[in-house]
């Protein structure tokens, strides 16, 4: 914070050293110490002017902390407060009462002379109570302060009255209670000494200080009085320091949060701190006695006080089934508790023959710190043991469970020890490699102990599947006894739980519900044998409170609500102990969960990991800056996990700049609860703005323009027909997102009129549909249900893959909330699923976003999809062509990207195959390279690096596509998608007869023979290579592209077709039903390259005969196998008829494997008869 001190040369210096109880506020501003000392001074003498400098006194502080958190300072000082409230910078009531009352002080009637001089004394300790909070905030290890009371003037006037009397005697209280309150706060209990004893010198030192604080009063007046800076400078002063204040960074803000909440919790006495620890531990199951009478059979868990150890008495020593097992150091409140550790370790290390033959373990492991407010706790028996701040002690029954777990498994004793050094690699290639990445940076960041961990992806990327992968080695490696699962909304956690219920193990197969049971928190509670719980945070926050819960599958919009009037808080629960999770996850949670809802996730002693595709300022504060993975939905769209979109914006002239209705106009009107319609006459013109529609006006002419536009346009610009397909006729699946239930209620009414249609063909799915799971099961799976009418129930996690369509009828204000919305239809989903609930669509290639609001033209939300033109625009042959001679724009990058994403969607496995072969690397390698040009962190880094950012960016997009042969073959494989329509030229007969297969077989031949001639050194290298044996895999890979490519349009030669037209020319034997694979290409390559006499021959023919060539000359030279043998070489026969002869590798598939493969193929030959054998038979076969 800004130091205010100045030079001093007015006084206030001296002000600051004379003033207990503002003073300290110098470090901090000048203003706020002399309007605290100013209504202190004033308190007997000019009640108002000190309730007047005391609202001063909060105005000021407002403005500190709005601009110390980064929040906006406008409007009035009760505006002022209520942001600092919503925005949980004040997060007590404490707090936020002592701000109105101050603020309320002169507004409200008081009765006679001492009931204003009560209010003001009020007001002056209340202002000590902000003053001491703020500095708290930034003075962590400020030391402890009470409030002085001033004392009233020696003489005072008669109560007149009773009024008069009875506040008299008011003020007399509240002056006794203060003294006492700043008594006790002197106490202070060392090593040495009894508490009556430190009660005894802390009243002596009371005294003292209010004797001098009586003593200063007169200077203290003059020195305000004399004060050389008038009060205009004063302010213009403050207000430059308010301006020099630095804004945080999100992580310093949430940082700066978390010490207000600390530092809002009320000072206590060290006797109240000692009173409150007795009570935690009662709450935690502990039996608390006296040294002197001690009893361990009193309970399973026995808390000690005042134990003397061989370096001191310990506040509490620790007994677990009569085991001395931990220590107990308390501490008043605000001392820093990491000073502290040294001194429980200490006495853990320290003790008395007799406590060591009690021990479990020396030293002894389980230490805590406390104030009673701030609990911290470290287990010894952690690698590389360090203190964490917990909610309160852990349960007796909690701590014999690590006892036992730690008796067995002495290597690694506890989870942390299991993070460390006992998760296996990750084997399971289930996952995508953004999965991969994100298990293992969270176990990284688990192995670190690090108590929060965010993983950032994409929507539709699979963080669910994800965080289920996680728990289960979390639950069966990692020593994790119960995962907590939070979703966003209610209806979230039917589809978390059969993501657990499905779940395969990627070890035995079995699946995750048998191994770790999975429960939604239902009515009766959590069940004791459950792994994993899946709920929300405010039913969470029900059973904390030990509320009723409903059953999971009853949704209720206002429990699910994330709105609340304040913080929310916790206090310790016995049933649902902080330790009863090992690990938190919140699966994209509304970002009030890090703010108003914080302390239940706080409440447990867990790791906490996020999952999110749309992180804000205040969720990377709240997991520390420790992102673990990140996955963009540009590199989502690239690796054709999800898809790209095109935005379709309806402009209507009420939608933009409103109407008016104008009076004497009888128009309807709706109640929004009831749905109730009353008429009514407008006695003044009704004016209403384009921002107002739906939320105070329902324009139906505004309405029906933007749904029937939707409908003329759907099929025509919307989804236009691609080249070469004809046009849709299925309405696709579209969402369309309301402003509220009534608003939801009137798109349905209107979508059925204007698209003619019944019930079924458009619903609301929203909290008060019925059935609202059914509902959207029937939206994901029913060809019938085309349009969905929501308001947020599908904002975010439901997963309906064939969704085309995201409609915004709602202008959505935040970022974050857009992108959920968004991501609905970015979902890739496979084409038979596709085209089983849209008939006409062969595959998803991309999703609409309909905006009719003016959502995507704010500069907060991402409306910007990878592909930049469209095919009119710039086609794919001119794109390719650019990519290479680097003559792309990072526009024209990002869309080609995202052209070839789309293609990858649309091939088959040996296209992708081929493709792969001759770039080196998968499509989505090549993808990612070029949809980075629209990443905008890639493009910021590019133009850090200096003059010609752009053409290196480039550059490094287009190397992959170097190769034309790999750019040609690209635009060959999306030519054959396409076919062209002529719809212009009229025909004329030629000719109509019938037309023999010799026509076409002659036809085919010759093409052939050409195209054998054009490429015959190509074929001539392939033969040899098949002739010769030379590594059979790798030519018959070729064997296998070449068909593939020759299959392809324009010549469709397929092996059966090819060997066909030979036959019916009598060039080849016919052999009926026979069909050819790719191996049998050779023959007719061999015969067109004049390699054998006569016709050609199919490979297995030619290998049969090759074979049976060789058996022979085995029983001509007397060499003898046995059965088993020949078993042996014929299968290796038939295997090199099947492909393009024999390799080792083959030796290890079926069927050699059912005896015993490589190894029983040598242990049958011999090793140096069985290499001999294999390479004679490999040369052989095939020649």
């Not at 805590?368 to 909610?391: C, I, K």
């Not at 002239?653 to 929004?672: L, S, T, Y």
């Not at 133009?943 to 750019?967: H, K």
């Not at 397929?1054 to 026979?1074: I, M, V």
Request: charged letters at 30%; aromatic letters at 8%.
């Amino acid at each position: 914070m800004h130091n205010g001190s100045g030079s001093g040369n007015d006084g206030i210096d001296e002000i600051a050293r004379r003033s207990h109880n503002f003073g300290f506020l110098l470090a901090h501003e000048k203003l706020l110490v002399i309007d605290g000392v100013v209504a202190e001074a004033n308190v007997y003498t000019e009640p108002d002017t000190a309730m007047w400098r005391a609202r001063r006194f909060t105005e000021t502080l407002a403005r500190f902390l709005l601009r110390a958190f980064r929040l906006p300072a406008h409007g009035s000082l009760a505006t002022r407060i209520d942001r600092l409230k919503t925005e949980h910078v004040i997060n007590t009531d404490e707090i936020y009462d002592a701000f109105e009352t101050i603020r309320d002080s002169g507004n409200k009637a008081t009765h006679g002379y001492y009931g204003d001089r009560v209010a003001a004394l009020e007001c002056v300790r209340l202002c000590f109570v902000l003053g001491y909070w703020y500095h708290r905030v930034f003075v962590p290890d400020a030391p402890r302060l009470a409030f002085a009371p001033p004392e009233p003037p020696g003489q005072t006037r008669d109560a007149t009255n009773a009024a008069d009397r009875a506040d008299l005697d008011t003020l007399n209280t509240e002056l006794a209670r203060m003294r006492d309150r700043f008594t006790e706060m002197l106490v202070h209990k060392d090593r040495a000494s009894s508490l009556l004893d430190a009660e005894k010198a802390a009243r002596h030192q009371a005294e003292t200080e209010l004797a001098r604080l009586i003593a200063d009063r007169d200077r203290l007046a003059e020195l305000v009085t004399n004060m050389r800076a008038p009060d205009a400078e004063l302010l213009a002063e403050a207000d430059t320091n308010l301006q020099s204040i630095k804004k945080p960074t999100a992580a310093e803000r949430e940082h700066l949060i978390d010490r207000a909440a600390h530092a809002a919790r009320p000072v206590r006495t060290e006797r109240e701190v000692r009173e409150d620890v007795d009570r935690m531990l009662h709450a935690a199951g502990w039996v608390v006695q006296d040294g002197d009478a001690v009893n361990h059979w009193a309970g399973p868990g026995v808390a000690v006080r005042e134990e003397t150890t061989a370096s001191g008495p310990a506040d509490y020593l620790l007994y677990v089934d009569k085991k001395l097992v931990g220590v107990i150091e308390v501490k008043r409140e605000g001392t820093p508790l990491s000073a502290v550790e040294r001194q429980s370790g200490r006495y853990a290390e320290t003790l008395k023959a007799s406590q060591r033959l009690l021990a479990w373990r020396q030293p002894l492991p389980f230490r805590y710190e406390t104030t009673s407010v701030e609990t911290h706790f470290t287990n010894m028996l952690d690698p590389g043991a360090r203190a964490r701040e917990v909610f309160s002690f852990h349960r007796p029954e909690t701590v014999a469970r690590w006892m036992r777990e730690a008796d067995e498994d002495t290597a690694a004793p506890t989870m942390r020890a299991k993070l460390r050094g006992r998760l296996p690699a990750l084997d399971d290639d289930r996952l995508w490699p953004a999965q991969r990445d994100a298990v293992q940076g969270l176990e990284k960041s688990l192995a670190k102990a690090k108590p929060r961990a965010l993983i950032q992806m994409a929507t539709g990327a699979g963080k669910t599947y994800t965080a289920v992968s996680s728990s289960y080695r979390l639950l069966k490696h990692g020593g994790a006894k119960r995962v907590l699962f939070l979703v966003d909304r209610n209806n979230l956690g039917d589809q978390a739980l059969r993501e657990f219920e499905n779940y395969l193990t990627p070890d035995d197969g079995r699946k995750f519900n048998d191994l770790y049971p999975v429960q939604r928190l239902k009515s009766v509670g959590m069940l004791e044998s459950s792994s994993v719980v899946i709920c929300t945070v405010q039913r969470l926050y029900s059973m904390l409170c030990g509320q009723a819960i409903p059953d999971p599958d009853t949704e209720d919009e206002g429990l699910d609500s994330y709105e609340r009037d304040e913080v929310v808080g916790v206090g310790y629960n016995p049933a649902v102990p902080p330790e009863t999770f090992d690990v938190v996850i919140v699966d994209e949670c509304h970002r009030s969960i890090y703010g108003l809802w914080r302390a239940v996730l706080e409440y447990f002693d867990a790791f906490i990991v996020g999952l999110t595709a749309t992180p804000v300022a205040q969720t990377f504060g709240f997991f520390h800056q420790n992102i673990v993975s990140e996955y963009s939905y540009r590199e989502a769209v690239a690796d054709g996990v999800n898809v790209d979109f095109g935005v379709y914006r309806i402009l209507t002239e009420i939608g933009q700049g409103g109407a008016v209705i104008p009076k004497g106009i009888v128009v309807p009107k709706r109640d929004r609860r009831t749905r109730r319609q009353r008429y009514e006459e407008l006695d003044e013109d009704y004016a209403y703005s384009g921002g107002q529609i739906a939320r105070k006006v329902i324009s139906k002419g505004q309405l029906r323009l933007v749904l029937e536009t939707f409908h003329e346009r759907l099929f025509t610009e919307i989804f236009p027909p691609e080249p070469g397909r004809k046009t849709r006729e299925v309405v696709p699946k579209t969402l369309i997102f309301a402003v509220d239930d009534n608003h939801a209620e009137e798109i349905v009414t209107m979508v059925r009129e204007v698209f003619d249609k019944g019930n079924d063909f458009c619903q609301k799915i929203t909290y008060k549909s019925k059935d609202a799971a059914t509902l959207i099961k029937s939206f994901r799976n029913s060809p019938d249900l085309r349009i969905a009418v929501t308001v947020n129930m599908i904002a975010t996690g439901t997963d309906i893959k064939p969704l085309e369509c995201v409609f915004f009828l709602n202008e959505v204000k935040s970022w974050a909330l857009f992108e959920q919305m968004k991501g609905r239809g970015a979902r890739s989903i496979d084409p038979v699923e596709l085209h089983q609930v849209t008939p006409d669509v062969d595959v998803k290639t991309r999703f609409m976003l309909v905006d009719a609001v003016g959502v995507t033209d704010s500069e907060r939300v991402d409306a910007s999809p990878l592909e930049k033109h469209s095919e009119k625009q710039i086609s794919l042959e001119a794109l390719l062509r650019k990519a290479g001679n680097l003559s792309l724009t990072l526009d024209e990058a990002s869309t080609l990207g995202a052209r070839l994403a789309a293609l990858a969607k649309q091939i088959d496995d040996d296209q992708c195959a081929e493709l792969e072969e001759l770039a080196g690397r998968p499509l989505t390698d090549i993808t990612r390279r070029l949809s980075a040009c629209n990443d905008s962190d890639v493009i910021e880094a590019a133009r850090q690096s200096g003059t010609g950012w752009e053409a290196r960016l480039i550059e490094d997009a287009c190397e992959y596509l170097a190769d034309p042969e790999l750019r040609a073959r690209l635009l060959e494989i999306r030519r054959a998608r396409d076919i062209v329509y002529d719809e212009v030229n009229p025909d004329r007969l030629i000719e109509a007869r019938g037309v023999a297969r010799e026509d076409t077989a002659e036809r085919d031949v010759g093409s052939w023979r050409e195209w054998v001639a054009e490429n015959r050194d190509m074929l001539i290298a392939l033969e040899v290579s098949y002739r010769e044996g030379r590594n059979p895999r790798v030519v018959y890979q070729e064997l296998k592209n070449l068909a593939a490519r020759l299959a392809r349009p324009p010549k469709q030669w397929t092996p059966d077709r090819l060997w066909e037209a030979y036959e019916s020319l009598g060039l080849a034997a016919p052999r009926p039903g026979l069909r050819h694979g790719p191996e049998d290409l050779m023959g007719l390559i061999r015969a067109e390259l004049g390699l054998i006499e006569g016709q050609p021959v199919p490979t297995r023919e030619v290998v049969e005969l090759n074979f049976q060539g060789w058996r022979a000359r085995q029983v001509q030279a007397g060499v003898e196998f046995t059965e088993d043998e020949w078993w042996w070489l014929e299968r290796l026969a038939e295997t090199a008829a099947a492909g393009a002869g024999i390799a080792e590798e083959d030796l290890d598939r079926v069927p050699f494997t059912d005896r015993g493969g490589t190894d029983g193929f040598v242990r049958e030959f011999g090793e140096e008869r069985a290499v001999r054998i294999l390479g004679e038979l490999g040369g052989e076969l095939t020649a």
